[in-house]
């Protein structure tokens, strides 16, 4: 960390970890000390307005009167891609510095979290008669064609890993290069002009895993099945981003009589669970072995704790 640097501080970790309110905690901490802090979200699912209840979304109590930014500001009908998110989180970082406040990242995407501070690979656009020629090959043809057009990047894959092998294969056919050239030509990170001050929380699993449990329960109480019913009755195509969201096939199921109401729960749940298992493993092992982890529950008791690792 440079201190010369305007500071941001990051709080990253699998769903239902405590992250938002963690968040606000520490936002709290820095008015204590007459310092600003904004709230910047993370999260790929708490972007669109339609996923209030379903994204577990703060609500205005849960906020406590500290300012969020970039949470349900794109509508349903549109992809936010990372790239996408990394632009608008830049401008809102760069003002919340303009104002002399500490912007604090909350959320469990890693690939937001490293498009911002990392950049994006400038990939070109992909030849799609390339593309359409390796997408139809056998994923052991194509696995045998990249042994030998990108030797490095078959050795990191498995030779069954359809989709990573196809897009390997079909970068370095169409630009000359491979996937792991492009990759080290990263640009538009911000990592390099900022003091980062990250946290990512890892706590117990079986801790955890209730608290999945007990919020989709908690959803289904608080709105989450009209949430759905007003995506239902938007016709928006299935492949939309909002319409793939944990919960809202479970619940759209339910909505047409195709599960039961504990059924769709029980589904759900355990969407969320295994999620949050893929997410825990992500944390676990790619950002920076010097990032400081926080392996306990998070709970009032133990939060200003917590916050110390931040400073």
Known sequence: MQEDKPPVALIAGPTASGKS??????????AQTDKKAVIIN??????????????????????????????????GSEACSAARWASDAKVQIAQAHAESAVPILVGGTGLYMRTLLDGISPIPDIDAKIRAEV???????????????????????????????????????????????????????????ITLRPLVLLPPREWLYTRCNQR??????????????????RNLPDDCPVMRAIGVPEITAYLHGDMTRAQAVESAQTATRQYAKRQYTWFRNQPPPEWPCWHGEINNNNIDNIITLFQ
């Open 21 to 30: 309110g963690l968040g606000v905690a520490l936002a709290k901490h820095y």
């Open 135 to 193: 997408r139809a090959l056998p994923v052991s043809q194509s696995y045998a064609a990249l042994l030998s057009e990108d030797p490095e990047r078959a050795a990191r894959l498995s030779p069954n890993d359809t989709s990573r092998i196809s897009r390997a294969l079909e970068v370095v056919r169409s630009t000359g290069k491979t996937l792991s050239y492009w990759q080290s030509a990263k640009e538009g990170g911000i990592a390099g002009d």
């Open 216 to 233: 989709f329960e908690m959803m289904f109480d608080n709105g989450a099945a009209a949430e759905v019913r007003a995506l239902i009755d």
């Open 42 to 75: 993370m999260d790929s699912a708490q972007v669109y307005a339609d996923l209030d209840v379903l994204s577990a979304r703060p609500t205005a109590d849960e906020m406590q009167g500290i300012e969020h930014r970039l949470y349900g500001y794109i509508d």
